[in-house]
Structure formats: structure tokens, C-alpha cells
């Protein structure tokens, strides 16, 4: 049976992911605070797992993990918008931050069942050559005017046409903003119906 490795450089937090998956009866094989501590105890999953972590712990960053883990093991690694150009290869999937509870709940759970949800991207090599992210101050000064669920839906929907159509962060934010006012619909909910 496939189970969960939790790996995170913050004790603490790999506590609370923890104790998250478990109280939704997922399969917890162990928490990790290194690279090094996640490939000995996924030395024990016989049908592969699933390894939850941050970009880079303190040894090795999550594409390292990849590459030496086994290859019926999925990663799913928690980034910011900034961090998902940097992280690609087969079996690994991407949650951009901000994220919920139970988006990691969904996405641990689908990944059990070889079934990753949509709110998880699975990176390319084409996305390790984006451009860096700049914002104007007129970005910035609408962005703060969104709730936090609507700036999510929005990062994700960005996230969703970087994987798929190989646009950079402001490219990805330009097409939205552009079929946004031709078609007369808000940004949030063009991104909306773009996820579904």
C-alpha cells in the first residue's frame, strides 16, 4: 500500500502536516526533516509513495529527491509562484502557495490513487527557462484589493497556462487580463472558468 512521507526543514510544520493527513486517516509512513532522511524511509514503501516537501530542504532541493527516488514514487512539493519554473521532471507535482488545508488533503489523497487532482501541475522541462517575476506597483496595488481566495484562484489559473501553453508569469497574467476585457468578465472569474 502506498502511504505519505512528510519532509519539511521546520519541525513543526512537518508536525502539523502531519497530524493534518492522519486526521483524515491517510497513510503516514514517517516526517523527514532532510533529503537524506526521506530516501531511507522511502526505502520501505514497496509500491512507491508519496513525498510531500518545500523546494529545498536543508541537504537537497526537490528535484535532487526526484531523481533518487523511486521511480513509482510521486513528489509533491509545495512552492510559491517564484519556485515553480525551478522544480520539473516526471512524478512530480507542484501546489502553489497560497494553499489550504484541504488542498493538500485533495492532492496527498489523489496522488494515493495515482489520480492527482487539478489543482496540483505537473511542471515541464520548458518551464525551467521562464522569466524571473516582476510586478509593476499597479499590479501590486490591484492585487492587494483581491481576498485571498480570489488571489489563489488567480496564481493557480497563471500556474495552469504556464504549464500548459508555456507562458511566463507575466505573459500567463497579460492573457488574462487581455481576454478579461474583451470578453468583459472579471479577472477572478475568467480564471475561475479556466480551472473548471
Do not use: W
Not at 507542484?94 to 489543482?119: K, Y
Not at 487580463?177 to 477572478?188: A, W
Request: with cysteine; glycine share 6%.
Amino acid at each position: 500500500m502506498r502511504s505519505v512521507i512528510i519532509a519539511h526543514p521546520d519541525h513543526d510544520m512537518a508536525g502539523k502536516l502531519h497530524q493534518l493527513l492522519r486526521s483524515r486517516g491517510l497513510p503516514v509512513l514517517g516526517v523527514a526533516t532532510s533529503g537524506a532522511h526521506v530516501l531511507q524511509q522511502a526505502a520501505h514503501c514497496d509500491e512507491g509513495g508519496v513525498v510531500i516537501c518545500p523546494f529545498r530542504l536543508h541537504d537537497m532541493s526537490a528535484n535532487e529527491i526526484r531523481r533518487l527516488l523511486d521511480p513509482a514514487s510521486d513528489l509533491l512539493v509545495l512552492v510559491n509562484a517564484s519556485q515553480i519554473s525551478q522544480v520539473y521532471g516526471a512524478g512530480i507535482y507542484t501546489l502553489v502557495q497560497p494553499f489550504s488545508g484541504q488542498d493538500i488533503l485533495d492532492a496527498a489523497s489523489g496522488l494515493l490513487e495515482h489520480q492527482p487532482p487539478q489543482i496540483l501541475q505537473q511542471p515541464t522541462e520548458e518551464l525551467r527557462y521562464g522569466q524571473p517575476q516582476v510586478s509593476s506597483p499597479a499590479q501590486d496595488k490591484t492585487a492587494t484589493n483581491r481576498s485571498s481566495e480570489e488571489h489563489q484562484i488567480l496564481e493557480r489559473a497563471k500556474a495552469f497556462l504556464m504549464q500548459r501553453k508555456h507562458m511566463t508569469e507575466p505573459e500567463a497574467h497579460r492573457f488574462l487580463q487581455k481576454r478579461s476585457m474583451e470578453s468583459g468578465i472579471r479577472i477572478v472569474e475568467l480564471a475561475k472558468r479556466l480551472l473548471q
